[in-house]
């Protein structure tokens, strides 16, 4: 597991099991360079803070993407999510997709908000089913959005 408490850049294409962003005001991890990041696991912890994704290319690397942000923090991702597996959005906290996503599985929203600020059809409208769960909210923040299914 990668685990950041202060703002962290990518030299290099990488691969890493998981992440752990922990802080108390703000992390960015990443830059808009071209590069990828890998999550083998798909697991992405945002404990704490008002964080950053800033990586041109996150790939998921799992069957499914799980993206959990605590309550009372926020997570903003910046690039691409690609992949064929699903996202999942879990814990209490926002998170915000601020590019078009390009991951090809369900999506499911289990808890907190997920907003879609990447214009119209932020997520790829053939990635098949969006589940929301009862502690789950879609912001689509004024945008249109797309999905084969509920």
């Known amino acids: ?9 990518i030299s290099n294409n990488r691969t890493v099991n998981a ?6 005001s703000s992390i960015t991890l990443g830059a808009a360079d071209g590069r990828t990041l890998t999550l083998t696991s798909g697991a992405l912890l945002n404990a704490a803070g008002d964080n950053t994704l ?4 996150l790939a998921l690397g799992g069957t499914t993407g799980t993206f959990q942000v605590n309550t009372g923090s926020s997570l903003n991702v910046t690039g691409a999510i690609t ?7 879990a814990l209490g906290g926002t998170m915000t997709l601020s590019a078009q996503q390009f991951y090809s599985g369900t999506t499911n929203i289990l808890g907190g908000e997920l907003k879609l600020a990447g214009g119209l059809n ?8 969006l589940n929301i769960g009862g ?3 879609l912001n689509l923040k004024g945008n249109v959005q797309y999905v084969q299914a509920l």
């Not at 992440?19 to 108390?24: A, C, E, R, T, V």
């Not at 992949?83 to 959005?89: P, Y």
């Open 135 to 137: 502690g789950g909210t």
């Open 83 to 89: 992949g064929t597996g699903s996202f999942t959005k």
């Open 1 to 9: 597991m990668l685990h950041l408490t202060a703002t962290a850049a």
């Open 54 to 57: 800033a990586q041109t290319n």
């Open 122 to 129: 932020t997520i790829f409208p053939n990635t098949g089913v």
């Open 19 to 24: 992440i752990k962003l922990y802080s108390g």
